[in-house]
Every structure is written in C-alpha cells, then in structure tokens.
C-alpha cells in the first residue's frame, strides 16, 4: 500500500527536534564524551572507557556526599511535607485574609537562592547577625562555621523557610479546590476533625501532595548555593554534598572526566528515585480491594 | 413529624428564607420545587440543622431542635455533587455513619449488602469511588444516606448531573425506597416535570418564601398565585394582562368572553395564564383569543417545538409537537383557549382555573 508523502511534514518536526537537540541532547552528548575520555587540552581526547565511572562509584568522597544528600533530603521532606499540610489547613478559605496570607506565603519564593544563603549567613553570625548574637547572649554556643550541627541546623533552617511556602501554597489549592459539601456530609456524619482530614482532604490533596514531594526531593536533592554561600562545604566536609563536590571537581581541579560521569550518576539517582516515589504514591490507596480502612 | 414555625434566615442584609411555616409528615414525599437561588438549598440546610435560623423554631415529633447540632438529629442528605469519601471502598462509605455511631460489625454487614442491593451496588462494593461511574457515585452516596435509618432524608437535586435514563429510573425508585423507612423524605428540584413524577406534596419556592404547599397535583392544577402557577411550569407560563368589560376580556384589540364562571366578576384588570402546550396556532372551537404575533425564535427540542411570539408588547411561548416550520419574523396568529384559562385578579391571586387540566 502507496503511504502518501509529503514533504512538509519536516516544516512541523524539525524546529521541536532542533529546540530539543539544543535544549537537551546536545548538552547531555557532550557531558556522555567526557564521562569515556580523557584529555589532556589542545582538544585531544582519550578512550577511557568506564574508568572514570568505576572511580567515582569506588571513591569514598562520592559514597560520603551521596548519603549527606540522602540525609538533607530525608530531613527535609519530614519537616516541609507535614508543616506545609499543617499551615495550608490553618489558612482561612475565603474573607479579605486570604490575599495577605498567599502574598506572605509567597514571599520568600520570591527571593534567590544565594540571597537566602546571604541573609542566613549574616543573620547567624554571632557577632553582627541577630540571631547568631541572640544565641550568643542567651548563653547558646552557636557557630555555623565551626559546629557541624550548627552549620547542618542552619542549612536545613534556611531550606525550610525558603521552601515550605511552596508545599503550602500547594496544599491550600488543593484543600480549596474541594467542595464544600463534603464537609457538610461529614458533619452531618458526625465525623471528628481527624476524620475530615484523614478521609476527605488527605485523599482530595493527593494530586498536589505528589507533586510538593517529587519538587522539594529533587530541588533538595540538588542543594548547592546554600551550604555554598554559608560555609563553603564545611566544617570540613561536612556539608559537602553532591553538586559542591562536583563543582569542586569539574572548575576546581579541572578534572571534567570524573565529574562528567559523576553528574552523570547523579542524573540518574535523581530520575530514579523520583520514578520509584512517582509509582509508589501515585498507587498507593488508589484501588486496594482487599483492605479495608477501619475508623 | 417535622415543623417548621415562622422560620427566616438572614445573611448579611439579604433574607435567604422568609417567614416559612411548614409541616411535613413521617414517611410523605416532600418536593421543593423552585428555580435556581430561590432558596431550596438554604431550607434544607435549615432543616438539616447545619444551620441556625435567625427567627422561628423547627420542630422534630414536637420538640424544638433549633441549636442542636447536626451530627445529633439523625439527619441524612445526598448533594447534586456526588459526594463520597474518596479513599474509600463503597462498602466502607455506605458503612460510614454506622461505624461513627458505632454499631456491631455482623449489623453493619447486613444492612450495607441490604442498601447495596436495593442502589444495585452489590458488584462494586470493593471499589473506591473515582473507580464508578457518575450515576453509581451518587447510588453509593444515596445508599449511605439510606443505612443511616435517618428520621429526615433530604434530598438536594441528587439527580440533576445524571444522565437521563438513569434520572427516570432513579426519580421512581427513590421515593418508593425512602418511604418505606417512614422517614420525612424532601427532595429539591427545578423541574417541574421531577415534582409531577415524585407526587406527594409539593412546596413551590420563590426568592425564599414558600409561594403555596399542597398536594402536588392540586398545586399544579389550582396554583394559588401568578407566581407559583409560573414557578410549575416549563417553559414559565405566559401571561397575558387584559381589562374586564361587561361580559368580555379585552387585550389591546383582541378580545374573548369571560367563563360563565367568573362572569360574576368585577370589571377592571386582570391577568390570563396560559401554559405553552396550551397555546394553539389553529383556530380552535370553542371561545378563544386570537392575538396577531410575530416569530421571534424558534427552539426545535427533539419532537417539540418552542415558538418564541410577540404581540405588541407581550411575550409567549408556544409549545407545540412535531417540528414546525416557522420563520423568524413571521406574522402568524396564536389563539388562547378560553377553556385553559387561568385567571388572577390584580393581586395576582388564582380566581379562576381550568378543569382542563385534570382531564388530560
């Protein structure tokens, strides 16, 4: 059978497959060449094979910022997720606070990252910074630069109050977007508190719950410019994770071979990982014949 | 027995429900029938208990339970949203207001395949309710208000976002299996034609006050007012305002003798009521208005036909069977049935009405 062909149809393929070459492709190509080559400049390239991969994989630097990633990101999905539900279900639905509640709600959205980083830095300095200066004459022996508790303490504070206004801004549309009805129903139930949030807004919010955690595990998960701004990665490497090391290694020691194949894993913990919490939450309580919820 | 005294609800500066006074019986059908805002959902909150008057009493088999809260006055309600608890299976919804009440699981069991059987929702009762169709949704909501053997049902339009077979068979059932309970059953609609099928007793609502409440066939039949007669009819009833002289009704320069039954009237204004399907584009026998009209829209719904007139400075719709092939703009006549007539005085009070209606 004769396809009919028309040559036109390139007009339509071509500028997406071009944005995406250059968008995507190309880019992601160029950090796959480095990752099997070695060069030594003058743009003369070496096979290296996987040695690069079995380095980073073998080397104890990695395995260390890896499981310091995994610990930040941990820490702070266990305090956004549940502080986020817990301020979107005190904000007031509907009267003139709503407005002045969402703007300052988005408020610190609105700020950079190394501006964030800036701000805590020389809030917590305990000679000029208010906070650090509290601490101190409250008889609190705070110091970010030389505690690793401290600097971890301050970091994951940062984090939190650069970005549970995202996961509360999230829950509020959520929770807003369910029908009034629903509490009626319940209420005429006699359905407690707990109830409501247990079996109408926790399942209604799900959706948007989904999405707050996939956003704040990757944005977590690539933390850089506030460890960065406030300590540099230390007290010694302590708060080093995975994107300041790489940066350590691709503009620091220049070694692009190793820290092409390193963001290259990195890439790929991040994608499956999220594939893993994208499955699991997204079947989780969506059709369970067999269990049944007991009140 | 629910009784409501003199009841207004104000919110704001506007009055939501005005002065209602209504008795409604154990196990009687009770239809609110009233177009959209006209205040069928804030009575039945009222009566619910979700929420407080601001004057008059409510009485539950003769005492007062203004002030007591919902989840004590053994209440059920099923919303035109299809509203069930997302995470759970049918069988845990139905069994919902049982398991907060606290009943033994072998009870809880029984009566949920009972409610289930009765809703046909026995193959879906391991499901979750986004896993269901629209109409099997608002089964399981209704079968949830079923179980709760609840003294008053209330009904919020619970049909109006099937599809239409479903509503057909629903509207039959609902009444049959809800009185049988011998609870206070009050469902609100807009559609005329939903009062008509349930019967019962039908309280027609305009703008938060209750226009008539009455048997259902005699509201439609005898409405006591311009208002009710034009609440109970699809498209509104047309109304025709013409002067009394002698033994003759005058509009502009068409005119039609008085029924004898009325001739005793006094001269002055008064105003016909006519429902579309009685309005006649071929002369009739018998007495009748003519009245020279021109078309200004047709609608053509399946085998019916709604021809919009104008005749200088009145409006009328006219429904007619079959499709009809009229023109925007055409200049034909329409003709009022003097036997169809229904007659308020200037007061828009009922004086008179056709016994047409319960022939047919």
Known sequence: MDKPYNNKAWFLVVPV????????????????NYSFQDTFGNNQFFWAGTEWFQDVLSSDRFWDA????FMFSVIILAIEIPLGIGIALTMPKKGIWVPVCLVTMALPLLIPWNVVGTIWQIFGRADIGLLGYSLDQLGVNYNYASNIFDAWATIILMDVW?????????????????????YQAAKIDGASKWSVFRYIQLPKIRGVLIIAFLLRFMDSFMIYTEPFVLTGGGPGNSTTFMSIDLVKQAIGQFDLGPAAA????YQLIVLSVCYVFFTVMSNVGVDKPDARVED | MLELKNISKKVGNTMHISDVSMSLEKGSVNVLLGPTLSGKTSLMRLMAGLDRPTSGSILMNGSNVVGMPVQ???????YQQFINYPAMTVYENIASPMRVAGVDQATIDRRVHEAAGLMKLTPYLDRTPANLSGGQQQRTALARALVKNAELVLLDEPLANLDYKLREELRVELPKIFAETGA???YATTEPQEALLLGGKTATLCEGRVTQFDRTIDVYNRPSNLLTAQTFSDPPMNVLPVTKVGSEFVFETSRVDV?????????GNYKIGVRPHHMLLAEPQGHSMKLDCVVSTTEITGSESFIHLHSRGAHMVALMHGVHRVEIGDAIPAYLEQKSFFIFDHHENLVSAPTFDSQN
Not at chain 1, 17 to 32: D, E, G, H, R, W
Not at chain 2, 259 to 267: C, I, K, R, S
């Open chain 1, 162 to 182: 650069h970005w549970t206004s995202l996961v509360v801004l999230l829950c509020y549309a959520g929770l807003v977007s369910i029908p009034e009805a629903y």
């Open chain 1, 262 to 265: 390193m963001s290259l894993v």
């Open chain 2, 72 to 78: 004590k006055r053994n209440v059920a309600m099923v």
């Open chain 1, 66 to 69: 890896l499981g310091r990633n």
């Open chain 2, 259 to 267: 029924p004898t039954n009325v001739l005793g009237l006094a001269d």
């Open chain 1, 17 to 32: 497959f071009a944005l995406v070459a250059l968008s995507a492709i190309i880019p992601i190509m160029t950090v796959v």
């Open chain 2, 184 to 186: 206070v059953f009050v």
